[in-house]
Every structure is written in structure tokens, then in C-alpha cells.
């Protein structure tokens, strides 16, 4: 069975540790994609402490990175340095917590469709991943689709860094589910890839984060997908509050979606 995950809350902290043993689930840590808590010192220990005081044996337990105007592959100097030192930011604090792995999305330009930009998007993004592997040797990353409107840059990336075990696909399948391509040509293009999974559910128009079940996302195909993968992906039940993770995971055993199959 594939390692489930949830994203904790300080607030609800006692009722995701519960989940955890009961599920045997890992963490996701949610608290450290925004610039502001970044640029609190003083806060950001607080979390982090309070998180690692209530928190063992928790090696598999990954986070997600900052996003919010992160542009690695951007030619504007600055724009990069100011990238490159979020993304450091989070990767030194999956180091401090010992977690297993940081994602990260695309953020690339959907419409600027000229092939020089998704051949630099695609070299700039191989080079600065294998040097953030190299200089961080006991974590992973995960690249997610956010805006993505088709799976083919992702893909292109992912083949170059194919040699690197430490590199990953996260598919977001809500993401994919409105990026206007099909969900089966995301199942079929990201399949050597995919490492880790993000789920909820969505109208096919908006990012909504409702709870599995809810929406049009057809979840049988999805788990018929990842079963026949030949790995065991892992799969985080990315939805807002614990009530919602709760429903989720009821449906998904009730109907015995992946990873409850």
C-alpha cells in the first residue's frame, strides 16, 4: 500500500496525530510556503519546535515549498536570487526537521509559447534541481504541476532528470483536472515519474480542495492508474481542515481507492 499523508494543523494538532497512527499516515507540513512566516525568525522556530515536540519517528514526513512568485529559471538575476534563497530557505528547514522530501511547483509562463522559453525553462530547471540535490544530499524534491496546461514540459524536465533517484514528479490530479488536457494523457505522460500524489476534488473549473468524492474527478480511473503503476506512489489528502480529510478518506475506503485497495 502506497504511504498516505495528511496536512497537519497546530490548531487540530491531537486529531491528525490520531490519524497518523490510525492510517499509519505521514505529514505534510503546510506552514512554510508563506513569505511572511519566512521572514519571522522568531515564528518560524516556534512552529517548527512545537511541530518536532509532538512529532517522532516521522523520517517520511515531507513539506511543501515556497511557490508564490518563485522563478528559478528566470533571466533576471535578481528575480533568480530572490527564488533561490525561498527555496533554500525550505530546504534547510526539511534538513532541521529531518524530513524525507520538499515540493515544489512549475511556475512557469502557460501561454508564452515560444520554444526558446520552454527549452530554457527546461535546462534552467535540470541545472539548478541537480545543484539543490547536490548541495542538500539527505532530501528529495517533487516538482508539482500548478498551472501547467498540458504534462509535456513537466515530462521534458523529468526525463532529464530521470538518473537522479532523489528527483520526482508530484501530480497534482485536481491541478491537472482543469489544466484543459485530459486527465488520462496527465495518468499516461507522468507515469514513469510520478513519486508522490496530491488529491482532492474540483467542478473542472475551479482549484477548490474539496474533499475526495465531491466533484467530477472520476476516482476509479484514478486508482485503476496508480495500481497499475508497478510502485507504490505516495498520496496526500490535500484538503482544508480535518473534517474534509475525514470524509475523504471515508470515501476513498468505502469505494476502495488507492491506497485503500
Given at each position: 500500500?502506497?504511504?498516505?499523508?495528511?496536512?497537519?494543523?497546530?490548531?487540530?494538532?491531537?486529531?491528525?496525530?490520531?490519524?497518523?497512527?490510525?492510517?499509519?499516515?505521514?505529514?505534510e507540513?503546510?506552514?512554510?510556503?508563506?513569505?511572511?512566516?519566512?521572514?519571522?525568525?522568531?515564528?518560524?522556530?516556534?512552529i517548527?519546535?512545537?511541530?518536532?515536540?509532538?512529532?517522532?519517528?516521522?523520517?517520511?514526513?515531507t513539506?511543501?515549498?515556497?511557490?508564490?512568485?518563485?522563478?528559478?529559471?528566470?533571466?533576471?538575476?535578481?528575480?533568480?536570487?530572490?527564488?533561490?534563497?525561498?527555496?533554500?530557505?525550505?530546504?534547510?528547514?526539511?534538513?532541521?526537521?529531518?524530513?524525507?522530501?520538499?515540493?515544489?511547483?512549475?511556475?512557469?509562463?502557460?501561454?508564452?509559447?515560444?520554444?526558446?522559453?520552454?527549452?530554457?525553462?527546461?535546462?534552467?530547471?535540470?541545472?539548478?534541481?541537480?545543484?539543490?540535490?547536490?548541495?542538500?544530499?539527505?532530501?528529495?524534491?517533487?516538482?508539482?504541476?500548478?498551472?501547467?496546461?498540458?504534462?509535456?514540459?513537466?515530462?521534458?524536465?523529468?526525463?532529464?532528470?530521470?538518473?537522479?533517484?532523489?528527483?520526482?514528479?508530484?501530480?497534482?490530479?485536481?491541478?491537472?483536472?482543469?489544466?484543459?488536457?485530459?486527465?488520462?494523457?496527465?495518468?499516461?505522460?507522468m507515469?514513469?515519474?510520478?513519486?508522490?500524489?496530491?488529491?482532492?476534488?474540483?467542478?473542472?473549473?475551479?482549484?477548490?480542495?474539496?474533499?475526495?468524492?465531491?466533484?467530477?474527478?472520476?476516482?476509479?480511473?484514478?486508482?485503476?492508474?496508480?495500481?497499475?503503476?508497478?510502485?507504490?506512489?505516495s498520496?496526500?489528502?490535500?484538503?482544508?481542515?480535518?473534517?474534509?480529510?475525514?470524509?475523504?478518506?471515508?470515501?476513498?475506503?468505502?469505494?476502495?481507492?488507492?491506497?485503500?485497495?
Amino acid at each position: 500500500m502506497g504511504k498516505l499523508y495528511c496536512i497537519p494543523s497546530l490548531k487540530e494538532i491531537d486529531s491528525y496525530l490520531g490519524f497518523a497512527e490510525k492510517y499509519n499516515a505521514c505529514f505534510e507540513y503546510n506552514d512554510f510556503f508563506i513569505p511572511g512566516l519566512l521572514d519571522d525568525g522568531a515564528a518560524l522556530d516556534r512552529i517548527i519546535k512545537k511541530y518536532m515536540s509532538v512529532r517522532h519517528g516521522s523520517s517520511n514526513d515531507t513539506m511543501h515549498g515556497a511557490f508564490l512568485d518563485i522563478c528559478v529559471n528566470s533571466a533576471d538575476i535578481k528575480i533568480f536570487e530572490v527564488s533561490d534563497y525561498r527555496v533554500r530557505q525550505c530546504m534547510d528547514i526539511a534538513v532541521k526537521m529531518g524530513l524525507k522530501a520538499v515540493i515544489f511547483h512549475t511556475n512557469y509562463i502557460v501561454n508564452f509559447r515560444l520554444r526558446s522559453y520552454i527549452d530554457t525553462w527546461i535546462d534552467r530547471n535540470e541545472e539548478y534541481w541537480r545543484q539543490i540535490l547536490k548541495d542538500y544530499k539527505e532530501q528529495q524534491v517533487y516538482i508539482e504541476n500548478m498551472f501547467d496546461d498540458a504534462p509535456g514540459m513537466l515530462k521534458s524536465l523529468a526525463e532529464r532528470m530521470a538518473d537522479e533517484p532523489r528527483f520526482g514528479v508530484c501530480l497534482d490530479v485536481a491541478h491537472a483536472c482543469i489544466s484543459g488536457s485530459h486527465l488520462e494523457d496527465w495518468y499516461s505522460e507522468m507515469s514513469p515519474y510520478a513519486k508522490h500524489i496530491h488529491i482532492n476534488d474540483n467542478d473542472g473549473i475551479e482549484d477548490l480542495h474539496n474533499p475526495v468524492g465531491t466533484g467530477i474527478i472520476e476516482w476509479d480511473k484514478f486508482s485503476r492508474w496508480c495500481s497499475g503503476l508497478g510502485k507504490e506512489p505516495s498520496v496526500l489528502v490535500e484538503t482544508r481542515g480535518y473534517v474534509n480529510l475525514e470524509k475523504s478518506v471515508e470515501y476513498m475506503q468505502n469505494n476502495n481507492i488507492y491506497p485503500f485497495v
